[in-house]
């Protein structure tokens, strides 16, 4: 059974930083390209960052780039997003998804095969 669990979500004032985990398990996890989505009430889910198999290629959303960060530890089973210069649009559930056979990075969340249940992010002013 594929199980994916995010933590690491809460409450930080703007400019702050969070560090956002997903652990997988029933999975060949380094098989994988792994991604960040997220949420935000009334709206579509978006696109954040996604990671190669390897870790050796990244892609973020304009909207992230040079203040997040994914990363991931194939050793742990786990991927993670560093969260820096925090700002109340990033509020949002945050959501880790599993792309299998992962291949090339994508962005459209509909490529992606697995997801977890998701860590709520606010981000106050």
């Known amino acids: 059974q594929v199980q994916m669990v995010e933590s690491g979500g809460g409450l930080v004032q703007a400019g702050g930083s969070l560090r956002l985990s997903c652990a997988t398990s029933?999975?060949?996890?380094?098989?994988?390209?792994m991604g960040w989505f997220r949420q935000a009430p009334g709206k579509e889910r978006e696109f954040v960052a996604a990671?190669?198999?390897?870790?050796?290629?990244?892609l973020y959303a304009d909207s992230v780039k040079d203040r997040f960060t994914i990363s991931r530890d194939n050793a742990k089973n786990a991927v993670y997003l560093q969260m820096n210069s925090l700002k109340p649009e990033d509020t949002a559930v945050y959501y880790c998804?599993?792309?299998?056979?992962?291949?090339?990075?994508?962005?459209?969340?509909?490529?992606?095969?697995?997801w977890g249940q998701g860590t709520q992010v606010t981000v106050s002013s």
């Open positions: 990671i190669s198999r390897n870790g050796g290629n990244t």
């Open positions: 029933g999975r060949v996890f380094a098989s994988d390209v």
């Open positions: 998804a599993a792309d299998w056979p992962g291949h090339i990075l994508k962005a459209d969340p509909s490529e992606y095969d697995y």
